[in-house]
């Protein structure tokens, strides 16, 4: 998995393009002052520089040293600077109750893998702070528009009840929308998009 992340990463070109997920740029946007953010498999940076504009203190992990690299590159194109650090996500356990917004996008691990991340994502979590997902619906199986081609990867409405049971839903909606994010996300997807609030 660490070789294909890095392969991908490895091109000049931005495999995700170089802005932010139209989700996330939304949801933060709504947050009227800045704090902590934590970005979970965040790739090459785009919603990093994107939170750090903004105001907000950054902190992203990857397991993928060409991510790092090219997430760093990007933050000295927008004269910036966050925190980002290379980590198997899988053994990855962030500080307890310093964050107040943690950010899902497009992260995708088989069942148990996933809960004991999105478990670990909301122990992170200061009271009143939000988890920010956006992930694609089983529905998603067999479409060009990205994502992984395996079911058990996949996210459902009820994956998300399950996980984030303890947490105040805000949003919450499996929709199709339209994807133009760089060569690998682009055309009509399948998603679930889940904004919760630790009480």
Known sequence: MKNFWNDRFSTQ???YGEEPNEFFKIEIGKI???GKILLLGEGEGRNANYAAQLGWTVDAVDWSEEGKRKAEI???KNNLIFNYSVFDLRQYTPQ???YDVVGLIFLHFE?????QIHKKAIESLRVGGKIILEGYDKSQLGKSSGGPQGLDLLY???DIVNDFSELEFEEFSQET????EGKFH???ASVIRFVGTKK
């Not at 929308?177 to 133009?180: G, H, T």
């Open 13 to 15: 070109e931005y495999a």
């Open 32 to 34: 009227s002052q800045a």
């Open 74 to 76: 990007l933050a000295r």
């Open 96 to 98: 307890i109750g310093l």
């Open 111 to 115: 069942e148990e893998i996933r809960e």
């Open 156 to 158: 459902s409405l009820e």
């Open 177 to 180: 929308v339209y994807l133009n």
């Open 186 to 188: 682009i055309g009509d």
